[in-house]
């Protein structure tokens, strides 16, 4: 059974950090590229950031660049968000996924409220 559970959300105040982090279970996760989206209120979700499966290339949403670090460890099962120098325009839920071909998997997704 495929689980993506994510944790490290929270209420956080503007220039704060916060690290997400994804563990999966139920497939082989060194073999799949990794994603943090989020979606906030009334919007749709947008991709945040991306970890590819072999060399651990990285790809970001040109507003968190700079600011947000993802990784992984293929020995945990784990993903990370590092989100630094947070704002209120991060406020979102923020979801991982793990894609391989068209296999698409996707985790219930973390809170995260930037608020002073």
């Known amino acids: 059974q495929v689980q993506l559970v994510e944790s490290g959300g929270g209420l956080v105040q503007p220039g704060g950090s916060l690290r997400l982090s994804c563990a999966a279970s139920?497939?082989?996760?060194?073999?799949?590229?990794m994603s943090w989206y989020r979606q906030a209120p009334g919007k749709e979700r947008e991709l945040v950031a991306v970890i590819a499966s072999a060399v651990g290339s990285t790809n970001y949403l040109e507003s968190v660049k700079g600011r947000f670090t993802i990784s992984r460890d293929n020995a945990k099962n784990t993903v990370y968000l590092q989100m630094n120098s947070l704002n209120s325009e991060d406020t979102a839920v923020y979801y991982c996924?793990?894609?391989?071909?068209?296999?698409?998997?996707w985790g219930q997704g973390t809170q995260v409220t930037v608020s002073s």
């Open positions: 996924n793990a894609k391989r071909g068209g296999r698409n998997y």
């Open positions: 139920g497939f082989t996760f060194s073999a799949y590229a």
